[in-house]
């Protein structure tokens, strides 16, 4: 039996679901102008995908990577939401 897409599947879905919080947080303390350090991620990710050797880890860290770039939309997406009053607004901010 292969384990492999199962593990892939369950990994890809913990690490969407950490990305979610993870964007709501950063636009909460720094704002919208932190969207470089989610493309420095990706890059990072990225990199690090074509070096591993293992398959398996070289996926995630891809599925990461681009978790990292569709956080910079959310971030903008999550700046919109807070200003609708869907999400609390840091005090003292513009």
């Known amino acids: 039996m ?33 969207w470089w350090a989610f493309l420095l991620a990706g890059a990072g990710f990225i990199a690090l995908s074509l070096f591993l050797k293992d398959t398996t880890l070289s996926t995630l860290a891809g599925v990461v990577a ?19 009053g869907w999400f609390p607004k840091k005090p003292g901010r513009k």
């Open 2 to 34: 292969n384990f492999e897409g199962i593990i892939i599947g369950a990994a890809t879905f913990l690490i969407i679901g950490i990305f979610h919080p993870i964007v709501i947080k950063a636009e909460y303390h720094f704002g919208k102008g932190c």
């Open 66 to 84: 681009f978790s990292s770039f569709w956080s910079i939309l959310e971030l903008f997406h999550q700046e919109k939401r807070v200003q609708k």
